[in-house]
C-alpha cells in the first residue's frame, strides 16, 4: 500500500493536471457507490463506531463492576451402562434371570446350574456398550431335563431379544444369526472381543455329545445386534 501513495504524490508535484483527472475519478466512484435520494441509510453501526467519542491519555479509565466468574468443569464421563438382569427371547420359553459370573478353576466362563439363571461374563462387554462383544451363556439342559436355552439353535434372523438392565433399562437386541462352532475351534478372542461392533452373544452347548469328553461336541452362538 505505500508505494502507491509514493507515487501518486510525485506525481501530484510534477504533473498538477493529473491531480484534477484523479481527483474527478475519485469522486465519481465515490458517487457510484453513495445511496440516492431516498435509499437505505447506513447501518447503525457505522454512524456508532464513527461518532463514539476517543478517551485521551488524561481521562481516567472506567471502572467496571466486578464481574462474578465461574470455574469451567469438564463435562462428566459418560454413564456406563448397567449390568444384565434379565434376558428374553421372542417365540420361546427363554425368560431367565441373568447373574454375573466369571472364570472357574479350569479357566472356563462359569455357567449357572439353575435352569432359571443365565451367566453374563462381568469381565467383558456390558449390554448397551458401544463397542464389543457381550456374552450371556446357560446350559442347554440337565441331566433330566431340557433347558430353556437348547431353544437357540431355532431361532429365526430377526427375533428379537430383550435385555433388562439392573437400573430398570431395557435394551432391545435382533438376531442376526446363528451358529455352531466346534468347541475345538471356537475363537474366544472374537466371542468376548472388547472392541468393534456391539454385539450380544447367546451361547450354550450342542452338537453330538461325547461320552469320553462328558461334555457336547459344539457350541451354539446366537449373535444379536441392537435395534
Not at 425368560?95 to 432359571?116: H, K, L, Q, R, T
Not at 450380544?200 to 452338537?207: A, E, Q
Amino acid at each position: 500500500m505505500s508505494r502507491p501513495a509514493t507515487t501518486a504524490t510525485r506525481r501530484v508535484r510534477e504533473r498538477p493536471a493529473v491531480v484534477i483527472s484523479l481527483t474527478a475519478t475519485l469522486l465519481l466512484a465515490t458517487a457510484c457507490g453513495a445511496p440516492a435520494p431516498g435509499s437505505v441509510p447506513a447501518s447503525p453501526a457505522a454512524s456508532t463506531v464513527a461518532e463514539a467519542p476517543v478517551r485521551t491519555a488524561a481521562e481516567p479509565a472506567p471502572v467496571l463492576p466486578d464481574i462474578p466468574l465461574r470455574k469451567a468443569t469438564p463435562a462428566p464421563p459418560p454413564r456406563e451402562p448397567a449390568p444384565p438382569r434379565f434376558l428374553r427371547v421372542e417365540g420361546t420359553s427363554i425368560a431367565v434371570e441373568v447373574v454375573e459370573v466369571g472364570v472357574g478353576p479350569d479357566n472356563a466362563m462359569v455357567i449357572p446350574d439353575s435352569f432359571y439363571q443365565a451367566g453374563w461374563y462381568r469381565y467383558g462387554t456390558v449390554p448397551g456398550e458401544k463397542e464389543g462383544s457381550a456374552v450371556i451363556a446357560a446350559h442347554v439342559d440337565t441331566l433330566t431335563d431340557v433347558a430353556p436355552f437348547a431353544e437357540l439353535k431355532r431361532l429365526d434372523a430377526g427375533a428379537r431379544v430383550t435385555v433388562e438392565q439392573a437400573d430398570g433399562g431395557v435394551l432391545e437386541y435382533t438376531v442376526a444369526r446363528v451358529e455352531s462352532v466346534d468347541k475345538g475351534d471356537l475363537d474366544g478372542g472374537t466371542l468376548f472381543r472388547r472392541d468393534g461392533p456391539p454385539e450380544l452373544k447367546l451361547v450354550t452347548c450342542g452338537g453330538r455329545w461325547l461320552d469320553e469328553r462328558q461334555d457336547y461336541s459344539d457350541n451354539v452362538i446366537v449373535t444379536a445386534v441392537p435395534r
